[in-house]
């Protein structure tokens, strides 16, 4: 299974107490989106109990995980599932993984990039597009705000921005 079919649903942030369970830090929509899998990274690792922290993160043991030594070896592992493994979306709902890497346009046809990143500061999602670089300088990057206004329409081959918003 390569990268771009996988989704990092929260990363391990430490071992937490002596009995092998670890301290998550959550992604996405957080410990709902987590407890639908029992399984992660190929099957790596099998999710045997798991509750929230009360700080926004989560406590999981593994079966695979019976020691605070082996639970701090894992620190920094990310936990992901296929692609495919995820509940289907409802119209106008996105994975971030599938808007990073899609060629950017404008509303007008002019290319404008690709999609690099997806951010949220609080408000909504933020997409941030790299621009090609021209000859003998950086590439310069902009953002947009993901709503409809900005961002009228997206599908599996292309993001279009509207021209009001891109940095033209």
Not at 16 to 24: A, I, P, Q, T
């Amino acid at each position: 299974m390569s990268q771009a079919q996988t989704i990092t649903l929260a990363a391990i942030a430490g071992a937490h107490g002596v009995k092998g369970e670890v301290r998550l830090k959550l992604f996405g929509e957080g410990l709902p989106s987590l407890k639908q899998h029992k399984s992660f990274n190929e099957g790596t690792l099998t999710l045997a109990k798991l509750r929230d922290d009360g700080k926004g993160g989560a406590i999981a043991r593994f079966a695979e995980v019976s020691s605070r030594s082996d639970a701090e070896k894992l620190r920094g592992t990310v936990l992901a599932v296929a692609r495919d493994a995820l509940p289907p979306l409802a119209e106008g709902e996105y994975y971030h993984a599938d808007l990073i890497g899609l060629p950017a346009v404008s509303d007008t046809g002019e290319p404008l990039g690709r999609v690099v990143a997806v951010e949220n500061f609080g408000a909504s999602d933020i997409i941030e597009i790299e621009r090609p670089a021209e000859e003998g300088k950086k590439p310069q990057r902009f953002m947009v705000p993901m709503r409809p206004e900005a961002v009228p329409q997206w599908n599996a081959e292309r993001l279009v921005v509207s021209a009001d918003f891109a940095d033209l």
